[in-house]
């Protein structure tokens, strides 16, 4: 998983997580220890230095500390909008990396971990919000719109600058983050659809990729065009965009041509890295958890002929997939089956037994077997297979057994 980017991890989790302004943000990940090296404290020769340059409207940032930063805020219980605003502009001096983040471990980075070490509290209200997406520096609209981006979805008032923003924006950067910002609204804002289309198309592989993300999304699925989009975005050139394009398209649930694609590449051997997303995706379309909405036949089937594949390798079948199908909600699964006369328990069962016994396939994919039995088969199906279980005896026999008895013990 790519390390997320410094301001939604620190900024968002600590400031903003204990405030009441902004919930948690996606992602996080743990914070890095501030450095205290030679590089991150210089003397003080170069502290006044960078002081002078503030005060004149301009910092010498190359040359600031970690203290120049915090000295003033330390001691806090809470900064106030003006402290908050001085010291995450500072991030317009942080280089924007080619994969849209600000570059780490900058100063300013380690000045909000030191900051959220100490528990200092901010509540990023929405003036500060304002004065950022209006800032001339891309870093700082990008940031107002991180600053946007809450878990229930962002404010109609946030909408509408966002609104405004991207009808000039230019900056690959900040278009990234405002299609995060509004993108779930596209389905019902003509300007807004407008706007994801036309990012799913953008240059940057970035955009492309934010942009495939959200026009799988079930709101913005019948947006015009957006079949057709995701299926070239699929093709993409760049890795990234193609994943995630592959991985969401499952939402399509009844496009022959996603569906067919998805096929190819999941019944392709040469393709084995590509295996899990698209297998995802195919599950997605016959059964659709948790919502059990789908009824893909072609999907289903191909699914069952990747699991009954008798050439088994590490990779072939792939583990994600198998364990995938083990998801199935306790809720509605009876009703559904009914519904679903392509389905069929045994041919699943059959198949997860015959992966179970064969030592060449990964013990991933052979543990999750025994789950999607227990899965599909109930109880009654794990204590049929008890014998073959207790038969193993190859070297991932002991692992395959334990996860057998937790599973039976449920």
Not at 64 to 80: A, F, G, H, M, S
Not at 203 to 228: H, M, Q, T, Y
Not at 284 to 290: E, R, V
Not at 366 to 383: F, P, S, Y
Request: proline share 3%.
């Amino acid at each position: 998983m790519k390390r997320t980017k410094y301001l939604m991890r620190i900024i968002l989790m600590s400031f903003l997580l204990i405030s009441t302004g902004i919930t948690a943000c996606k992602n996080a990940q743990d914070e890095p220890e501030v450095k205290t090296d030679e590089s991150s404290t210089s003397g003080k020769k170069g502290s006044k230095e960078a002081k002078s340059k503030k005060d004149d409207g301009e910092l010498d940032y190359g040359k600031l500390t970690v203290e120049d930063l915090t000295k003033e805020l330390v001691d806090k219980e809470e900064l106030t909008d003006e402290e908050f605003l001085e010291l995450v502009s500072t991030y317009r001096y942080v280089p924007i990396t080619d994969d849209l983040n600000l570059e780490e471990n900058s100063v300013t980075e380690q000045a909000f971990s030191l900051l959220y070490d100490k528990n200092i509290r901010y509540d990023a209200g929405q003036p500060v919000i304002e004065t950022l997406i209006r800032s001339e520096y891309p870093q700082l609209r990008g940031i107002a719109c991180e600053l946007m981006d809450e878990a229930q979805g962002a404010t109609d008032e946030n909408i509408n600058l966002v609104k405004e923003l991207i009808k000039t924006e230019t900056e690959p950067y900040v278009l990234r983050r405002a299609v995060s910002v509004v993108a779930y609204k596209a389905g019902d804002d003509a300007q807004i659809a407008d706007f994801l289309v036309k990012m799913a198309k953008h240059d940057n592989p970035g955009v492309r990729e934010r942009a495939a993300f959200w026009l799988c999304a079930g709101s913005n699925k019948d947006i015009e065009g957006a079949a057709d989009l995701v299926f070239e975005l699929m093709q993409d050139e760049n890795i990234e965009v193609m994943r995630t394009a592959c991985e969401k398209s499952g939402e399509f649930k009844d496009n022959e041509k996603i569906t067919e694609y998805l096929k190819s590449i999941l019944l392709d051997d040469s393709k084995y890295e590509l295996h899990g997303i698209c297998g995802k995706a195919l599950i997605d379309m016959w059964m659709g958890y948790p919502y059990l909405d789908s009824k893909n036949e072609t999907a289903y089937y191909a699914t069952v002929e990747y699991i009954e594949k008798t050439k088994r390798s590490e990779n072939i079948p792939e583990w994600t997939v198998i364990n995938y199908m083990s998801e199935v909600p306790e809720t509605d699964f009876e009703k559904w089956k009914q519904q679903s006369s392509y389905y069929n328990p045994d041919k699943i069962i059959e198949a997860m037994i015959e992966i179970i016994k064969d030592p060449e396939a990964n013990s991933l994919a052979r543990t999750c077997a025994v789950e999607t039995i227990h899965a599909h088969g109930k109880k009654g199906a794990l204590e049929t297979i008890k014998p073959v279980i207790e038969a193993l005896t190859d070297e991932d026999a002991a692992f395959i057994k334990e996860v057998f008895e937790k599973e039976l013990a449920e």
